[in-house]
C-alpha cells in the first residue's frame, strides 16, 4: 500500500508540474499540495469501494457518498489540470482526461472501480 501510495504521489506530482509549465509555479505548487493532501482519503476510499475512477478521468461514486466535499475538490482540481494541459498541448480539457482515464486505469490497485470506455464499470 505504501509502494502505491509513492507512485500515485509521483503521477500527482507529473500532472502538477505539466501544469507549472502552463500556469506557473505558484498554482502547480498549491495544486499539488492539496492533491497530495487528500490522496490518502481518496485511496481509502477506494479501497473501501465507495469510489471509483471513471473514463473521463474523475472520481465518482460508487457507494454511500461519504466524504463528498474531498471528492468534490478533487475533481474541481483535476479540472484544473487538465484545461492547464489542453492549453498547453492545444487539445481539449475532455481529451486529457479521457487520456488520463487511461493511465489511471493501468496504475489503480485490484479491487478499484474503473469505468470501461463504454461507460461500464468493473472492479479491477
Request: charged fraction near 20%.
Amino acid at each position: 500500500m505504501r509502494n502505491r501510495l509513492h507512485i500515485m504521489a509521483a503521477t500527482a506530482l507529473a500532472v502538477c508540474l505539466a501544469v507549472c509549465l502552463a500556469s506557473g509555479p505558484a498554482l502547480a505548487g498549491q495544486l499539488k499540495d492539496r492533491m497530495l493532501e487528500r490522496l490518502p482519503t481518496i485511496t481509502a476510499l477506494k479501497a473501501q469501494g465507495i469510489i471509483g475512477e471513471n473514463n473521463q478521468g474523475y472520481l465518482e461514486f460508487r457507494g454511500p457518498q461519504t466524504q463528498a466535499d474531498v471528492v468534490q475538490a478533487e475533481n474541481a482540481d483535476r479540472a484544473t489540470v487538465y484545461k492547464a494541459i489542453a492549453q498547453k498541448t492545444n487539445t481539449t480539457p475532455e481529451l486529457v482526461g479521457q487520456r488520463r482515464a487511461e493511465q489511471i486505469t493501468r496504475q489503480e490497485p485490484a479491487g478499484t472501480w474503473l469505468q470501461m470506455p463504454d461507460g461500464s464499470w468493473y472492479r479491477k
